[in-house]
T-cell receptor, first 114, second 117 residues
Framework: NAGVTQTPKFRILKIGQSMTLQCAQD?????MYWYRQDPGMGLKLIYY???????DKGEVPNGYNVSRSTTEDFPLRLELAAPSQTSVYFC?????????????FGPGTRLLVL | AQTVTQSQPEMSVQEAETVTLSCTYD???????LFWYKQPPSRQMILVIR??????QNATENRFSVNFQKAAKSFSLKISDSQLGDAAMYFC??????????????FGKGTKLTVNP
């Protein structure tokens, strides 16, 4: 049981490039989330999904897109990377809407946009 | 909108001693959940403890306990017998729901805890 896994661990992008951050969980959780954490700040929700085929925006969705074709995977797409997207990205999952915040987090992906 | 405030950017404690991290929040709801998460240098977020607002009894998890003051909207974390492995960033978080009922966590900015040997 690997829990929540994220790839890559670290990536440097040039301005205007695109990339996909991968997230997978093997706990059969319906709910999955993407957060970003800027230096010295708490996490902010980018997008979330309540099940395969269903996604919705969080607090800071601009510049990102997501898809959820399977229960296990929840990739985050960055289009036209900007320096403001330099951050650490965390994926998380929970077993239901009533999980009372017991979200299981991945190890994070550090992204640097230059 | 709900907000979570951690007024101590950094704290330090001697090994084996006790330290308390502060958190206050703002909400108009009566039923909610509060959490403390630990983020070690590995950056992974780990749930430390949670408190359900309708429960008057303070939550405890081994060496970790909270002081939940609902009227004051205060939720502090006490770490007893501090260990070197407790060194990390600690985040206070509040659980809210959107119109569709999906849960979302609102995080404070964090407190960096240093444990001195």
């Amino acid at each position: 049981n690997a829990g929540v896994t994220q790839t890559p661990k670290f990536r440097i992008l040039k301005i205007g490039q695109s990339m996909t951050l991968q997230c997978a969980q093997d706990m059969n959780h319906n709910y999955m989330y993407w957060y970003r954490q800027d230096p010295g700040m708490g996490l902010k929700l980018i997008y979330y999904s309540v099940g395969a085929g269903i996604t919705d925006k969080g607090e800071v969705p601009n510049g990102y897109n997501v898809s959820r074709s399977t229960t296990e995977d929840f990739p985050l797409r960055l289009e036209l990377a900007a320096p403001s997207q330099t951050s650490v990205y965390f994926c998380a999952s929970s077993y239901s809407r009533w999980a009372r915040g017991t979200q299981y987090f991945g190890p994070g992906t550090r992204l640097l946009v230059l | 909108a709900q907000t979570v405030t951690q007024s101590q950017p950094e704290m330090s404690v001697q090994e084996a001693e006790t330290v308390t991290l502060s958190c206050t929040y703002d909400t108009s709801e009566s039923d909610y959940y509060l959490f403390w998460y630990k983020q070690p240098p590995s950056r992974q977020m780990i749930l430390v403890i949670r408190q359900e607002a309708y429960k008057q009894q303070n939550a405890t998890e081994n060496r970790f306990s909270v002081n939940f003051q609902k009227a004051a909207k205060s939720f502090s974390l006490k770490i007893s017998d501090s260990q070197l492995g407790d060194a990390a960033m600690y985040f206070c978080a509040y659980l809210t729901y959107d119109e569709g009922g999906s849960e979302k966590l609102v995080f404070g900015k964090g407190t960096k805890l240093t444990v001195n040997p």
